[in-house]
T-cell receptor, first 113, second 112 residues
């Protein structure tokens, strides 16, 4: 499972509140990713990181920010949660090497009321 | 980004082989073909990947057409635990900063 954990696994919050999701890995992988998954949309990339303090936007980055102050942790923050951000969030890492093989965490189910 | 086309759904019977097709007519010469699957209520799981030659691992086989414009994921004996959404994805060239683009995949139903 590539040593990926996500916390919390479930969260219910209210519109307008800040929320931070954590992805933790134990194997010093350089690349880390945040995806969201909604019915009918498959997985969509929010942000990714290619090293400590090195991050970039994905296809659905509006309303989200990320931080990576150490290799093992990649944080996803919703500064002011909205109901449209109700989703399941998956973190992933990319194995070293020339291909893009990624391994995913168990997911965080976020509900914004 | 090069795109893939998969059937929305397929059905199989337990213990029979399953062939999941994927078309990728705009694949570039350096794109690897990846397959992932997602079981209900779980994160996506890597299945297999290949570049030009057919590939086998403990989970599945990947057959790649000679012109690389299509590929087939083969589950040799489907089990109920193989019921999942299967995604065919192109990547690995490095030019996209290692981002994978997931489509809607194929929902595989396995009948007992």
């Amino acid at each position: 499972d590539a040593g990926i954990t996500q916390s919390p696994r479930h969260k219910v919050t209210e519109t307008g509140t800040p929320v931070t999701l954590r992805c933790h890995q134990t194997e010093n992988h350089r690349y880390m990713y945040w995806y969201r998954q909604d019915p009918g949309h498959g997985l969509r990339l929010i942000h990714y990181s290619y090293g400590v303090k090195d991050t970039d936007k994905g296809e659905v980055s509006d309303g989200y920010s990320v931080s990576r102050s150490k290799t093992e942790d990649f944080l996803l923050t919703l500064e002011s949660a909205t109901s449209s951000q109700t989703s399941v969030y998956f973190c992933a890492i990319k194995l070293a090497g020339s291909t893009d093989t990624q391994y995913f965490g168990p997911g965080t189910r976020l509900t914004v009321l | 980004d090069a795109k893939t086309t998969q059937p929305n759904s397929m059905e199989s019977n337990e213990e029979e082989p399953v062939h999941l097709p994927c078309n990728h007519s705009t694949i570039s010469g350096t794109d690897y073909i990846h397959w992932y699957r997602q079981l209900p209520s779980q994160g996506p799981e890597y299945v297999i990947h290949g570049l030009t030659s057919n590939v086998n691992n403990r989970m599945a086989s990947l057959a790649i057409a000679e012109d690389r414009k299509s590929s087939t994921l083969i589950l040799h004996r489907a089990t109920l635990r193989d019921a999942a959404v299967y995604y065919c994805i192109l990547g690995g060239s490095g030019g996209s900063n290692y981002k994978l683009t997931f489509g809607k995949g194929t929902l595989l139903t396995v009948n007992p």
